[in-house]
């Protein structure tokens, strides 16, 4: 005939099998990750595509301590003589 024994098909057809499930798997997981990351609102990594942008905030260098805080939230670090609260 052409080759083909039971066990050769049945192992062809267990193959077909795998990869079908394999794919399905994969499908699923890439739409349960699209779903998270609407429900985070987009949150974690942005590269730009929903147009949004960040904004990056100037840091300062606190004299005493040498922490670096923002300079529109300056906030006291705790210490007696910090520059920016007490």
Known sequence: ??????????ILILLIGIVWY???YVQRVEEIRQRLRRQMGG???????????RVA????KCPRCGAYVA???RA???RADC????
Not at 4 to 10: A, D, N
Not at 43 to 53: A, F, P, V
Not at 57 to 60: C, K, R, S, Y
């Open 76 to 78: 006291s670090c705790g």
């Open 1 to 10: 005939m052409l080759g083909l024994s039971l066990g050769k098909l049945l």
């Open 83 to 86: 520059p920016w609260g007490g």
């Open 57 to 60: 905030e100037d840091l300062v």
């Open 43 to 53: 949150q974690g990594r942005n590269d730009g595509q929903d147009g949004s942008r």
């Open 71 to 73: 300079v529109k939230s």
């Open 22 to 24: 394999g794919f399905k």
